[in-house]
């Protein structure tokens, strides 16, 4: 549950309670609207910078432009208005959640004329899959649920509505007592999980399924390629299949709410030994140090409070 903090909404930072919208909102029916997830950190030398707040600030608007949701928003306006919200609400380290909806107006599917609202919220989001996650690994199985799909969906954008397929793939993963699910994609091929990209590393190598696949093209899984290939550590963008990431050496997750997860059990299978290995190991403290502003390479990556 969120912390009742004051939420930027529509142009001002309203007190939470006021952060409200009517049960008439198109998007609570029809599923029309666009979010980001956003991590701002402590860095080392004290200071708080968000994480590559423009790119997910660029995505944003590349989602609302592909469902079709006129933003007047500027990226620099929606930029300035997070480092606002953090500094308000006195956070030096929080998930900030922008999201763009279409309110209350006209209804039914074809309604073009509704008013779009913005908001931006942020609060501490500790470890998105458990407070062991990070050094332990989780267990995954794979989803009932197939990835969504290009045919009929926008695997590139955030938007709301497709969250469906992310929400009970993942409700269906937690109730069976896993901590996360993977999901294929219609061929068969490994997507991602459903709210992280997947890495795989075979024979000291790393690999992930391609940008052109159905999943979401997750600034963390760029970010890692970066640091990766950075360390002389090679990356391959190829298709994978279940059975290579069951006798992989190493699997990990990424995302901005999951960081760097190992990934310790799939579908029963003990993975590699069992336990975070040296890749993801050493992936994860290039990760942090990132995050943190100690890569002296990327400063381009942080925007300070
Ligand atoms: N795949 C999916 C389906 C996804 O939702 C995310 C982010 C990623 C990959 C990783 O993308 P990136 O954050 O750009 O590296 N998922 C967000 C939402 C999680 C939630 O529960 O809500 C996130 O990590 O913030």
Redesign the pocket.
Known sequence: MPEKLPIWLDGEIVPYEKATTHVLSHSLHYGVGAFE?IRAYKGVDGRSAVFRLREHMERLLDSCKVALIDVSYTVDQLIEASVALLKHNRLAEAYIRPLVWLGEGSMGVAAVDNEVRVAIAAWPWGAYLGAEALEKGVRLCTSSYERIGIRSHHEKA?ITGQYVN?VLAKREAMSAGFHEAIMLDSQGYVA?G????LFVVMKGEIYTPPAGAS??A????ETLITIAREAELTVREEALTRTQLYIADEVFM?????EVTPVREIDGRKIGAGERGPIATRIQSDYFDAVRGNNPRHKEWLTYL
């Not at 997750?218 to 899984?221: Q, S």
């Not at 990424?254 to 999951?258: I, N, S, V």
């Open positions: 997830g955030k992310s991602e459903t709210g992280e990209n999943i979401l997750g600034i963390t899984r990424c995302g901005t709410a999951a």
